[in-house]
């Protein structure tokens, strides 16, 4: 069983900087792409920030040069630098990792989710 659990998040100013991590855990044989997603208030969830294995990044055009993805080695770890936040920014911020477990094919799974808050 795989587990993908996020931290970080919280209240922030316009402006100001927030940081999450997300870890993916258990039977995982490689990982295809980590990303996250983000759910606001009357919107469909929206892909944020996602990094391929192999390091290529790409954003949501809205957070482009404010937000930084990064892994580390082994890319079952990956965080989410976000700078010069803005209130739209505002949402509950979804880990998702796309991997090939221990056994069988490629799948999916999602962490928790956890809620950034900017306010102006």
């Known amino acids: 069983q795989v587990q993908v659990a996020e931290s970080g998040g919280g209240l922030a100013q316009a402006g100001g900087s927030l940081s999450l991590s997300c870890a993916a855990s258990g039977s995982i044989a490689s990982i295809n792409v980590m990303g996250w997603y983000r759910q606001t208030p009357g919107k469909q969830r929206e892909s944020v920030a996602w990094i391929h294995n192999g390091g290529n990044t790409n954003y949501l055009d809205s957070v482009k040069g404010r937000f930084t993805i990064s892994s580390n080695n082994a890319m079952n770890t990956v965080y989410l630098q976000m700078n010069s936040l803005k209130p739209e920014d505002t949402g509950v911020y979804y880990c998702?990792?796309?991997?090939?477990?221990?056994?069988?094919?490629?799948?999916?799974?999602w962490g928790q989710g956890t809620q950034v808050t900017v306010s102006s």
């Open positions: 998702h990792a796309d991997f090939v477990p221990a056994r069988g094919k490629s799948t999916v799974a």
